[in-house]
């Protein structure tokens, strides 16, 4: 292959990671109709899209930065049902070494987890040096979803108030960062996203039994919030409120709030030079069988 074909090979490669971009945006059943869309709209994309790569080229540098230094970040992501905590995260990560940033999402306790110290199983989960864990939900269960659903005692819930403020700053005091998020979304909104994921085979498994009870309970978690909010927005690790009623908005803000409150800068790396292939003349690649190849359908 000359050297013409290399580059062509490999501006094409780019191409095609940025397409895995859009395959998360635009629902292939839909794209007969995207010529509806208004030029506003096609702005829009264009200036979301164009956000959206140059704030992770920024985490990537981040990535660097943490790795270089040893660094420990949590970033915890709370809210309601279909506020799009997971959509942020999937964005955050896209682009990062997942040995360096990693996601924590914590299935529902089981009978012997229910007998330890209530941190206790998110404590394996906290990152060691040059390390970035997401948690997608964390140990603020207590104080949402269990207050709710009665999964938990006034007086455990009374003690995880009394205990939360004392574990972060102990983390905080041990070198761990800590940044916390809530993103927020109307009443209305939460209704029309939870439609969609009725409408939408391809996001009915996202709709647990537990969603729609907490879509009846608005108010109640909205009590909840409001409390935890309160008790545990502590100054070693206070908590931001992500306005995340537009999707890509609040993708957006939320990834150029997190960039800001790290004090990472570019790390310098040794250019990097593709060694030779070596070719050895004794060397006779074996035949593969054709019964082994993946029949191509496409």
């Known amino acids: 292959m000359n050297t013409t074909d290399k580059r062509s090979r490999f501006h094409a490669d780019i191409i095609d990671s940025y397409d895995e971009e859009f395959e998360m945006e635009i629902d292939d059943r839909f794209l007969d109709g995207e010529s509806t869309f208004s030029e506003e709209d096609r702005q829009l994309r264009k200036t979301y899209f164009r956000e959206l790569f140059r704030l992770q080229g920024e985490l990537v540098k981040l990535q660097d930065w943490v790795v270089h230094t040893g660094h420990r970040l949590v970033v915890i992501f709370e809210g309601r049902d279909a506020a799009g ?63 709710v659903m009665n999964f938990c005692t ?31 979304i109307t009443d209305d909104e939460q209704e029309v996203r939870f439609q969609a994921r009725i409408e939408d085979p391809l996001k009915q498994w996202k709709l647990s039994p537990m969603d729609l009870e907490s879509r009846r309970r608005w108010e109640a978690y909205t009590a909840a919030k409001e409390v935890m909010l309160a008790r545990t927005h502590i100054p070693e690790a206070p908590w931001w409120v992500v306005h995340a009623v537009d999707k890509k908005r609040a993708r957006l803000n939320c990834i150029h709030h997190l960039l800001s409150q790290v004090p990472y800068h570019d790390v310098e790396h040794q250019s990097i030079e593709l060694p030779d292939r070596v070719f050895n003349p004794d060397y006779l690649r074996q035949p593969v069988s054709d019964d082994m190849y993946v029949p191509e359908v496409y």
């Open 85 to 147: 905590k997971g959509g942020a995260i999937k964005r955050i990560t896209q682009r990062l070494n997942p040995r360096v940033c990693r996601v924590a999402a914590l299935p529902a306790p089981n009978n012997r987890e229910r007998t330890q110290w209530y941190f206790q199983r998110y404590v394996s989960h906290l990152p060691a040096a040059g390390e970035i864990v997401l948690f997608d939900r964390s140990w603020y269960n207590r104080a949402g979803v269990e207050r």
């Open 154 to 184: 006034d007086e455990e819930y009374e003690e995880f108030f009394r205990s939360v403020p004392e574990f972060e700053k102990m983390l905080v005091r041990s070198g761990i960062q800590i940044v916390k998020y809530w993103f927020s």
